[in-house]
């Protein structure tokens, strides 16, 4: 069973906007803290956000703050990451990561969803 499943990639012109949801099973993650990341052909995986189990706070990489907004539901297990203003440069697979261990490290991740922005 897949822990983590991300959902709502797709293709959008720039400037455009879209919902990925990452929908958690298995387990409950009410008490953990989770975060967005992507990967770009050819370029290493990118912390975008993150937002603590209860909801906040939540930290933001400086590439995408103030376009993106991360927020979970955590009666329905999910977490989610608004995309505004989308820019060719947003192309990538994105991925939803757990710390399931408190630490600091993001130990549990999905499978990815494809977002690919036309310029």
């Known amino acids: 069973q897949v822990p983590l499943v991300e959902s709502g990639g797709g293709l959008v012109q720039t400037g455009g906007s879209l919902r990925l949801s990452c929908a958690a099973s298995g387990r409950t993650y009410s008490s953990t803290n989770m975060a967005w990341f992507r990967q770009a052909p050819g370029k290493e995986r990118e912390f975008l956000a993150s937002?603590?189990?209860?909801?906040?706070?939540?930290y933001y990489a400086d590439s995408i703050e103030g376009r993106f907004t991360i927020s979970r539901d955590n009666a329905k297990n999910s977490v989610y990451l608004h995309m505004n203003m989308l820019k060719p440069e947003d192309t990538a697979v994105y991925y939803c990561?757990?710390?399931?261990?408190?630490?600091?490290?993001?130990?549990?991740w999905g499978q990815g969803t494809q977002v690919t922005v036309s310029s």
């Open positions: 937002v603590a189990w209860r909801g906040f706070p939540t």
């Open positions: 990561a757990a710390d399931r261990g408190g630490d600091g490290s993001y130990d549990t």
